[in-house]
């Protein structure tokens, strides 16, 4: 099974930033899309954002939007989510995934492997 890893989660006071990371553990990083969801406490799992396989074209949920940038090297089989002017409702677990297509996939049915999760808290 093809494992990714998120890190730099963490506390953060509202307005401050964090970069999220994730690196896949496979060879063909490079061919797919690469999503972000996040899930806080007593909520549904939500896309954030995604980004297709050449890091051409990218995809935000509007409260986000502006706020967060979403960028990939697939060199480096690693893909960043900087996420500037944190809010409160911003605080969840993060999971990066990896799509079953190449393009800009927005639905979780969409995604075939997940990562474990980075914790963000935005204290206010």
């Known amino acids: 099974q093809v494992q990714l890893a998120e890190s730099g989660g963490g506390l953060v006071q509202a307005g401050g930033s964090l970069r999220l990371s994730c690196a896949a553990s496979?060879?063909?990083?490079?061919?797919?899309?690469i999503g972000w969801f996040r899930q806080a406490p007593g909520k549904e799992r939500e896309f954030v954002a995604a980004?297709?396989?050449?890091?051409?074209?990218?995809a935000y949920v509007d409260r986000v939007r502006g706020r967060f940038t979403l960028s990939r090297d697939n060199a480096k089989g690693m893909c960043w989510l900087q996420m500037d002017s944190l809010k409160s409702e911003d605080t969840a677990i993060y999971y990066c995934?990896?799509?079953?297509?190449?393009?800009?996939?927005?639905?979780?049915?969409?995604?075939?492997?997940w990562g474990r999760g980075t914790q963000v808290t935005v204290s206010s």
């Open positions: 995934a990896r799509a079953l297509s190449s393009g800009v996939e927005q639905q979780s049915s969409h995604y075939k492997y």
């Open positions: 980004i297709n396989w050449a890091g051409t074209d990218t």
């Open positions: 496979q060879l063909y990083f490079a061919n797919y899309g």
